[in-house]
């Protein structure tokens, strides 16, 4: 099993928010669906979208807010389509290792 690193998981997290906001899943609902994260893990990816340079922004009220991205600072959008399938492994062996823990403990 590939144990990934807490940074590593975090920044790939946060790539995949943004990729998913900027191909189409711009509401929190819809992002729900595309990432299968939980609501809150979904919400700390968006707000902390800043600190790895990448321009956020929404539109709408609370119910109907709506996110786009406006700017990807250093990051190569491309390189995210590119590796979309390993970013999304990298999550998913973080959830399947954190459901382990909860078994197991």
Do not use: F
């Amino acid at each position: 099993t590939n144990k990934h690193s807490t940074i590593k998981t975090s920044y790939y997290r946060r790539l995949y928010v943004a990729y998913s906001i900027a191909t189409g899943s711009n509401t929190v609902p819809l992002l729900l669906i595309a990432t299968k994260m939980h609501r809150r893990t979904l919400q700390e990816a968006i707000l902390t979208l800043g600190e790895i340079d990448i321009i956020c922004t929404s539109t709408g009220g609370t119910k109907n807010k709506c996110y786009s991205i406006e700017g990807w600072g250093a990051i190569n959008k491309n390189y995210i389509k590119n590796n979309l399938l390993h970013i999304v492994s990298v999550q998913i062996s973080c959830e399947s290792t954190k459901y382990q823990r909860k078994v197991i403990y």
